[in-house]
Structure formats: C-alpha cells, structure tokens
C-alpha cells in the first residue's frame, strides 16, 4: 500500500515548456487534489476532483489543466510553462467528497514534485 | 474570499504544552476544521479533525468554541521532533464552488 505517489519528483523547465505531472492513489478515494506550495508560503489549492470524471476549479487554476483520468490517477498539466509556477506541487486524495458533512475529508498527500521553470 | 490566520511562528521548549489557534471566520455550515504538520521537504501529514466542542487523540487536542470561528490545537508535552509547521484547514463556498483553504501555517520550533 504505498499510499499517494507523485511523478516525477524534480523537474526543470524552460519557460513555454509543456508538462504533465502524474499522481496516483491506491486507497480507493473518491477525491484527489492538486496544491501549490511556494517557499516558505502554505498551501494552495489549483484544482480538485470529487469523483472520477469531474473537476473543479480551486483557489489558482490559472495556468493549469487537470484530468481524473480514472479514479486512481489525476493529472496535472502546465500547457506553457512560466517562472511564476515554480513551485513544490503535491497531490492529494481524501475518501470523502469536498463539503460532505461526515468528517471523513482526512487528506493523504504525496510526497511532491519539485519544479523549477528557468 | 475570507482566509484562515494563524500565527507565523512560536517557539516553546521540550515538555510544554503548545497552543497554537487558527481563525476562520467564514467557515462553511457543515464543514470540519482539520490540522496538518509538515516537515521540511515533505507533504503533509493529518493530526486532528473535529466539527464543535473538544476532539482529543492520541498526538493532540482540538478546541472549537460555540461559534466554530476559531479552533484551537494543543500539543501536550512537546518534544524536538515536534518542530514543524502546522496548517489548520477549512472549506468555504464561494460564489457555489466549494474550496479548501489552507491557513498560513504556523512554524513551532522546539527548544531543548
């Protein structure tokens, strides 16, 4: 059970670069979800997932697209990279749906992709 | 969008108790309040979660008062391996997006 695993754990890009940043979860959740964290800054959230086939936009999606491809793996993709996503990204997942009343929304994150974009 | 504050940093020395408080003012009807820890170079991890009143586990202690605006995490007994940042998370609707928001964390440091 290794829980929540993020690809490729570094990356260096050049500006207008294009990317995928994988995730998987073998926990069987319904949710997963993709943060920024900027250094020394917490976490933001870009985009979510609360079931396999949709998603939704979180605090910064501006630059980012996702997919959920299935309910284990949910993508995220940087179409034309820039400086300004440099940045730690992890990927999360979390049985329970977002704004379920149930307490069940325990996230499980990953260890995180590094990115730099020269 | 209101966000959640926390205090950006505290120290404390090893076998005290840690209070560190978060406030959420717009935090959803029926939305939980959860901590996180994170150390350096690593994703975070879950401490505790609960909707009113008092949760307690085996690491630590959640404090939400009536209003649930505000929560407060209690790390008895700390010790250097406790040093870390610690994140309280709150969901909020926003115009019918519903969104998490992460506080700014606050970074404990354990003294000896």
């Known amino acids: 059970n290794a829980g929540v695993t993020q690809t490729p754990k570094f990356q260096v890009l050049k500006t207008g670069q294009s990317m995928t940043l994988q995730c998987a979860q073998d926990?069987?959740?319904?949710?997963m979800y993709w943060y920024r964290q900027d250094p020394g800054m917490g976490l933001r959230l870009i985009y979510y997932s609360a079931s396999e086939g949709t998603t939704d936009k979180g605090e910064v999606p501006n630059g980012y697209n996702v997919s959920r491809l299935n309910k284990r793996e949910f993508s995220l993709r940087l179409e034309s990279a820039a400086p300004s996503q440099t940045s730690v990204y992890f990927c999360?997942?979390?049985?329970?749906?977002?704004?379920?009343?149930?307490?069940?929304?325990?996230?499980?994150f990953g260890p995180g992709t590094r990115l730099l974009v020269l | 969008l209101a966000k959640t504050t926390q205090p950006i940093s505290m120290d404390s020395y090893e076998g005290q108790e840690v209070n560190i408080t978060c406030s959420h003012n717009?935090?959803?009807?029926?939305?939980?309040i959860t901590w996180y820890q994170q150390f350096p170079s690593q994703g975070p991890r879950f401490i505790i979660q609960?909707?009113?009143t008092k949760v307690t586990n085996e690491v630590a202690s959640l404090f939400i008062p009536a209003d649930r605006k505000s929560s407060t995490l209690s790390l008895p007994r700390v010790s250097l391996s406790d040093t870390a940042v610690y994140y309280c998370l709150v969901g909020e609707t926003d115009s019918g997006t519903y969104k998490y928001i992460f506080g700014t964390g606050t970074r404990l440091k354990v003294l000896a």
């Open positions: 609960g909707y009113k």
């Open positions: 926990m069987n959740h319904n949710s």
């Open positions: 999360a997942s979390s049985e329970a749906v977002p704004g379920f009343a149930g307490g069940l929304e325990t996230q499980y």
């Open positions: 717009n935090i959803a009807t029926n939305d939980y």
